[in-house]
């Protein structure tokens, strides 16, 4: 069964939200879209109301103001978004694997970054909003870590009592994958090519796999 987009899973989190009247549904998706297409700063009140059909005056009543709308429209629709792409993907990629370093790394490299680069628009609102807007970084990010973890961090466990894996903690560890596959998709405007993904997936493998003398040299790359 193909993965579903992060757009996808939007629409279906905010369709099974009861509280959400039609038009506080077509302003959530539309201020998606938009801030998605032209970026959260470019976007207005009046572009979105433009977009989902109805008057300035109903997207005032329902958000005062457009971080109102981003914290408390669309963040807790993008926290369920973010929570089943995350059981999608448990569902689809660690079910019937073996375990390794190596199957592991490879996975999460080339299947994420694809992932990613899939989404780009939707992924880039929420790295953005990530990296400027604290209120907004409090919400998600924390969030997202917590399932993120809870998912990976029995695996991690696992490949340490395999030897395979360093000795550090699993919060290092994610940070260091995070960093080096959701940077340069967010920062290139082009799909990268297998080769690079590659080259990331050596440096990872290279770095975490559990070493005598490696420990510590990553250690300080970490903190």
Aim: hydrophobic share 40%; proline share 3%; charged share 30%.
């Amino acid at each position: 069964m193909p993965e579903k987009k992060l757009f996808e899973l939007f629409l279906e989190a905010m369709k099974q939200n009861k509280e959400l009247s039609q038009k506080q549904k077509r302003v959530l998706k539309s201020s998606l879209e938009l801030f998605a297409t032209q970026g959260f700063d470019r976007t207005s009140t009046a572009d979105i109301a433009q977009k989902a059909e109805v008057s300035q005056g109903t997207v005032y009543k329902q958000f005062k103001t457009k971080q109102s709308l981003l914290i408390n429209g669309l963040a807790p629709i993008i926290k369920e978004t973010l929570d089943d792409a995350i059981k999608d993907f448990e569902r689809e990629k660690f079910q019937t694997n073996p375990l390794t370093l190596d199957a592991f790394l490879h996975t999460i490299v080339f299947d994420r970054s694809r992932f990613l680069e899939n989404n780009i628009l939707a992924a880039k609102v929420i790295f953005d909003q990530i990296l400027v807007n604290q209120e907004f970084s409090l919400l998600i990010k924390d969030f997202f870590f917590k399932k993120i973890l809870a998912l990976l961090g029995p695996k991690l466990d696992l490949l340490k009592k395999k030897n395979e894996l360093i000795d550090l903690p699993n919060e290092k560890i994610f940070s260091f994958i995070f960093t080096n596959i959701v940077g340069p998709i967010i920062l290139n405007d082009h799909p990268r090519s297998n080769e690079e993904l590659e080259d990331t997936y050596q440096i990872l493998l290279r770095s975490l796999k559990k070493k005598s003398d490696q420990t510590g040299h990553l250690l300080i790359v970490l903190q």
